[in-house]
T-cell receptor, first 117, second 111 residues
């Protein structure tokens, strides 16, 4: 089964500072990877997804960017944070080549609570 | 595009059954999912149902799917205080493994 490691758990950053959130996946190869943001403990907004190394698709225009330098590593970045970037960021993966599942569904990391001050 | 809707809040007494409802728009979804989120944590996949099924039961959880009405429900039998959480309905988009999520139903279980 897959395990997602996501860090840090909480982060307080000043406006205008850079951001780097990292997510790594264990237990599968070539997974699809996703970054979601959850505002105010409610719905999930898909920010980026990746189907392979170096392949990034952006769902919404924003101040953030994503990169996938290795098969099981997904990074969310910003050069200059805005107040509106505050939220709960979740990394997720779906099955990869070594997973026996066919029904999809996400495995989520434990999330990063980002507060921009 | 796809849309998933849920009621925002549900309150039940411990020991009662809880029923959380969801409607979706994409009739081509292959799988529909229920996730649970406890405070400050990520989401956990609770159960799923294949679109050609009407019902799926897994211990205290029963999922009902009415494909004609595009209605999905999650029934939790003998609800416990540990079931208090936000429950998300989601449908697969059939594209790059993406899913569309509802806004979540906050279930409060009172002793």
């Amino acid at each position: 089964s897959q395990t997602i490691h996501q860090w840090p758990a909480t982060l307080v950053q000043p406006v205008g500072s850079p951001l780097s959130l990292e997510c790594t996946v264990e237990g599968t190869s070539n997974p699809n990877l996703y970054w979601y943001r959850q505002a105010a403990g409610r719905g999930l907004q898909l920010l980026f997804y990746s189907v392979g190394i170096g392949q990034i698709s952006s769902e919404v225009p924003q101040n953030l960017s994503a990169s996938r330098p290795q098969d099981r590593q997904f990074i969310l970045s910003s050069k200059k944070l805005l107040l509106s970037d505050s939220g709960f960021y979740l990394c997720a993966s779906t099955f990869g080549e070594t997973d026996q599942r066919t029904e999809g569904g996400y495995t989520f990391g434990s999330g990063t609570r980002l507060t921009v001050v | 595009g796809e849309d998933v809707e849920q009621s925002l809040f549900l309150s039940v007494r411990e020991g009662d059954s809880s029923v959380i409802n969801c409607t979706y728009t994409d009739s081509s979804s292959t799988y529909l999912y229920w996730y649970k989120q406890e405070p400050g944590a990520g989401l956990q996949l609770l159960t799923y149902i294949f679109s050609n099924m009407d019902m799926k039961q897994d211990q205290r959880l029963t999922v009902l799917l009415n494909k004609k009405d595009k209605h999905l429900s999650l029934r939790i039998a003998d609800t416990q205080t540990g079931d208090s959480a936000i429950y998300f309905c989601a449908e697969d988009e059939g594209n790059a493994g993406k899913s569309t999520f509802g806004d979540g139903t906050t279930l409060t279980v009172k002793p």
